[in-house]
């Protein structure tokens, strides 16, 4: 089994950058795929990016487009999301999640498909 967490999230100003990270503990990181979620207050837990378990796919939410960027390390079994042009409706609370992927490059934006998730880490933009 594969254990989650997540470090990273703070406080930043609008425009601003931050950089979160995905840490794995536990074997066959490397063939699960991986999403990163987030969850304001008050609203449902929504889908911002996913990235393949051989990195080769990724997908993001429209309203992330352009401005945040997921990659994955094998070598250290992380998988970051750099989000640049911050705003405030990006504050929330984000979530690692991940799952046993049916092949290379499947990707899900389906919150139900993950099977193993992080604690979360908040991210904070002030406007």
């Known amino acids: 089994q594969v254990q989650l967490v997540e470090s990273g999230g703070g406080l930043v100003q609008s425009g601003g950058s931050l950089r979160v990270s995905c840490a794995a503990s536990g074997h066959s990181f490397s063939t699960y795929v991986v999403a990163w979620f987030r969850q304001a207050p008050g609203k449902e837990r929504e889908f911002v990016a996913s990235v393949s378990s051989n990195g080769a796919v990724t997908d993001y939410v429209a309203s992330v487009k352009g401005r945040f960027g997921i990659s994955r390390d094998g070598a250290k079994n992380t998988v970051d999301l750099q989000m640049n042009n911050l705003k405030p409706e990006d504050t929330a609370v984000y979530y690692c999640?991940?799952?046993?992927?049916?092949?290379?490059?499947?990707?899900?934006?389906?919150?139900?498909?993950?099977?193993?998730w992080g604690q979360g880490t908040q991210v904070t933009v002030s406007s």
């Open positions: 999640a991940a799952r046993r992927a049916p092949s290379p490059g499947y990707t899900s934006f389906f919150l139900s498909t993950y099977t193993n």
